[in-house]
């Protein structure tokens, strides 16, 4: 925002506005989720995130389309972590489940600290090219993608079997 010279007001009321709407959306999602299953509803809302970080990386050239990208990024975000915050009760084992979650959520700060060290000399060297923050988005989107369906061929026994083939 600050590098297009976007006012911090104007920042605000865009991010109230994000804020709104993901509330909106929260109930809906959570039927989704219900409806559909939370690892579906994650794994489309991650390709809807890969589809806006790609689109935002390319289209972000002025105030305008930054307002678009920033609440597209913001709901689409909400709507990743309301859809995934059931996974972990859905996919651990019950009896050794603060064992699993300890485990994810301590390889997700760490991959937040790691990210963190990595990004911030990537925009220093680049002039601080910020387009490149979506461009990590978007690539880190595909590999949680990758991921999600080497996950779901595990879980449907198919793994060993592609991999012997």
Do not use: E
């Not at 590098?3 to 809906?28: C, F, H, P, Q, R």
């Not at 930054?66 to 009896?95: D, E, I, K, N, Q």
């Not at 699993?100 to 060297?125: E, H, Q, V, Y």
């Not at 002039?127 to 996950?151: E, I, N």
């Amino acid at each position: 925002a600050d590098s297009l010279g976007m006012d911090k007001a104007v920042l605000g009321k865009l991010l109230a506005t994000s804020y709104a709407l993901s509330i909106g959306l929260s109930s809906v999602i959570g039927w989704m989720v219900d409806r559909y299953s939370a690892a579906s509803v994650t794994v489309w809302t991650m390709g809807l995130y890969l589809c806006v970080a790609c689109g935002g990386f390319l289209a972000v050239h002025d105030l305008q389309s930054f307002a678009v990208v920033y609440v597209l990024h913001v709901v689409v975000a909400g709507t990743y972590y309301t859809a995934a915050a059931s996974l972990p009760m859905a996919l651990f084992p019950r009896a050794r489940f603060l064992q699993f979650d300890g485990a994810k959520r301590f390889l997700f700060c760490t991959s937040n600290i790691a990210l963190s060290f990595l990004l911030g000399p990537m925009l220093d060297s680049t002039g601080h090219d910020y387009g490149l923050t979506l461009l990590s988005g978007a690539l880190l989107a595909a590999a949680s993608l990758v991921m999600f369906r080497r996950l779901s061929r595990a879980a449907r026994g198919r793994v060993g079997a592609a991999s012997s083939a």
